[in-house]
T-cell receptor, first 115, second 115 residues
């Protein structure tokens, strides 16, 4: 079985400050990990993924995420937040040993960046 | 988001109506997915198709009937729905390589309201 937890329903940050959106996961084997963003009235957009190798993954729009195997976490980060980053963020996981491409998503974290 | 298109974008239907949602992907993928997104709940995977074959059905009620005539098109046929079926229905596609870390690409969704 695979699962994802996003412990925060909402994260508030001021523009220009660093942001972190938290994600922890559970898989029986090794994980593939993903972050997606959803803007209002839009579908989910892929931001970045962790496959293997370097624990720090860089993605679109200046976002990055750090894989921590011992803490089973994959937190999303950005050094300097923009108001336009305000959106709903989803973490997703897939066990490398699971068939095909089924992802399990978290419930999402709303990021609000104030001017 | 032009890689995966969904029609209609909005749909209002009565409980006795029959309607269909359409999804088309222009990315050359061979896996397609239907998800249900309800407020404050994790994304719910409904159906998965790989190479036009249904490979996953997550205990979805029979009032939802998927159809995948080819790798580029996916339909969700709806009949005798309930008000609690009101949600955003998202279609996604990906490469279907078994065991691969293939990210999914999402359409904009159909906002369904059941009266």
């Amino acid at each position: 079985a695979q699962s994802v937890a996003q412990p925060e329903d909402q994260v508030n940050v001021a523009e220009g400050n660093p942001l972190t959106v938290k994600c922890t996961y559970s898989v029986s084997g090794n994980p593939y990990l993903f972050w997606y963003v959803q803007y209002p009235n839009r579908g989910l957009q892929f931001l970045l993924k962790y496959i293997t190798g370097d624990n720090l993954v860089k993605g679109s729009y200046g976002f990055e995420a750090e894989f921590n195997k011992s803490q089973t976490s994959f937190h999303l980060k950005k050094p300097s937040a923009l108001v336009s980053d305000s959106a709903l963020y989803f973490c997703a996981v897939r066990d490398m040993n699971s068939g095909y491409s089924t992802l399990t998503f978290g419930k999402g974290t709303m990021l609000l960046v104030s001017p | 988001e032009t890689g995966v298109t969904q029609t209609p974008r909005h749909l209002v239907m009565g409980m006795t109506n029959k309607k269909s949602l359409k999804c088309e992907q222009h990315l050359g993928h061979n896996a397609m997915y239907w998800y249900k997104q309800s407020a404050k709940k994790p994304l719910e995977l409904m159906f998965v198709y790989n190479f036009k074959e249904q490979t996953e059905n997550n205990s979805v009620p029979s009032r939802f009937s998927p159809e995948c005539p080819n790798s580029s098109h996916l339909f969700l046929h709806l009949h005798t729905l309930q008000p609690e079926d009101s949600a955003l229905y998202l279609c996604a596609s990906s490469q279907a390589t078994s065991g691969g870390p293939n990210e999914q690409f999402f359409g904009p969704g159909t906002r369904l309201t059941v009266l």
